[in-house]
């Protein structure tokens, strides 16, 4: 599996072949073939690890927080962090979901997309709005929207820009969204 996703991080989804991922693994393309039934099925396997090892870094991270405002913003850094200390990944991915085609030409890897994510992240923003710690005057919903976008928008950044400062891009989007769901409100010109 990190073979496949340094192959494809470093060549692009359509020049990892078995055989070249075989090479930076350090083996031969059979031995990949006893694992897996060929290139779509390493993906579809490598693909559905991806949202488990996300989760399982995130939780924690944000359960660990006491208040609306700190788990809002362990979310934000959390997610955004995974993607910083996994960025061979990240660009995996991207490369995946753009360019991996099924026989038929559809998309290998059917994407759930962001509706579970934003579900959840609406949810946070509802429960806080109604214990008072977040302001009232904001649409759950829209919020949870734009902040995935604001985080679904680095993995392809991240392909094309190796210098880009993930660290300092959290911390800005955390204290914005802090700032846009405190009690305190933003500022109103």
Do not use: W
Not at 17 to 34: D, F, N, Q, W
Not at 100 to 129: K, S, Y
Not at 136 to 154: E, K
Request: proline share 5%; charged share 25%; with cysteine.
């Amino acid at each position: 599996m990190a073979a496949a996703i340094d192959t494809i991080a470093e060549l692009g989804y359509g020049q990892a072949s078995l055989a070249r991922i075989a090479e930076t693994a350090g083996t031969s393309k059979s031995v990949i073939l006893y694992h897996f039934s060929g290139k779509d099925d390493l993906i579809r396997e490598l693909v559905a690890g991806l949202a488990g090892r996300v989760g399982e870094y995130m939780r924690p991270r944000v359960d660990a927080e006491p208040t609306g405002a700190g788990m809002l913003r362990a979310y934000i850094e959390a997610n955004l962090a995974f993607m910083g200390e996994n960025r061979a990944l990240v660009v995996a991915a991207v490369e995946i979901a753009r360019n991996a085609r099924g026989a038929d030409g559809r998309p290998l890897i059917e994407h759930p997309g962001p509706d579970t994510a934003v579900a959840e992240l609406r949810e946070l923003l509802a429960h806080f709005q109604g214990t008072g710690e977040f302001r009232a005057g904001f649409d759950p919903l829209a919020m949870a929207m734009t902040i995935r976008a604001a985080i679904d928008a680095v993995p392809p950044r991240l392909a094309r820009d190796p210098g880009f400062d993930i660290a300092h891009y959290a911390r800005e989007l955390a204290d914005l969204f802090d700032l846009a769901t405190s009690r305190r409100g933003p500022a109103v010109c």
